[in-house]
């Protein structure tokens, strides 16, 4: 699939490759539960003498299988961006994780370099889904012109997406 932006193809394989292989090494780490270790004394602590940092961690890390599903959701995404057959696949089931991270980092004040390096890894996936932009719209039209109740139909179910998620948004706010 040639890309629809006007990046060079190494330069595209390279990004490819750096974030492939950047969230294999993160999904890796959480399933061998090397991320979200804290001492045990941090959990006899009040919430409030915590950092966000270290609330998030201690969230993230209390569950250990949460822990390796999240591994997975980096892992299996960032092994789809090494192949060229599934790099847009793999961009697209990225793209939810990365983007959860990059607001986690945003929201619970971590590290400047943390909160800019998940950015530019989310950068990076986006710049990988506008390449594949053609063939998302054609499979958005293929599987619309299938359904039983054509735009009608695709056009409430997004409605009701979109009342939910401000609901979700409301009610967090």
């Known amino acids: 699939m040639k890309p629809i932006t006007s990046i060079n193809p190494i330069v595209y394989l390279f990004i490819r490759y750096i974030l492939g292989v950047t969230m294999m090494a993160y999904g890796?780490?959480?399933?061998?539960?090397?991320?979200f270790v804290l001492p045990s004394e941090?959990?006899?602590?009040?919430?409030r003498q915590l950092d966000g940092v270290t609330l998030t961690w201690a969230f993230l890390g209390f569950s250990t299988w949460f822990s390796c599903l999240l591994g997975v959701f980096e892992l299996?995404?960032?092994f789809l961006l090494l192949f060229r057959r599934t790099q847009l696949l793999g961009?697209?089931?990225l793209f939810p994780s990365l983007?959860?991270?990059?607001?986690?980092?945003s929201a619970y004040h971590f590290l400047p370099h943390m909160r800019v390096f998940t950015g530019v890894l989310l950068s990076?996936?986006?710049?990988?889904?506008?390449?594949g932009f053609e063939a998302i719209v054609k499979f958005l039209k293929d599987t619309l012109s299938q359904s039983s109740g054509g735009l009608k139909e695709s056009i409430i179910n997004t409605l009701i997406l979109v009342v939910l998620a401000l609901l979700i948004v409301y009610n967090l706010t």
Do not use: D, M, R, T
Not at 42 to 47: G, I, R, T
Not at 99 to 105: D, P, S, W
């Open 124 to 131: 990076l996936n986006i710049l990988l889904l506008f390449s």
């Open 28 to 35: 890796l780490i959480k399933i061998l539960q090397l991320q």
């Open 91 to 93: 961009a697209i089931l």
């Open 42 to 47: 941090v959990y006899s602590y009040e919430l």
């Open 76 to 78: 299996v995404p960032g």
């Open 99 to 105: 983007l959860a991270v990059f607001l986690i980092n």
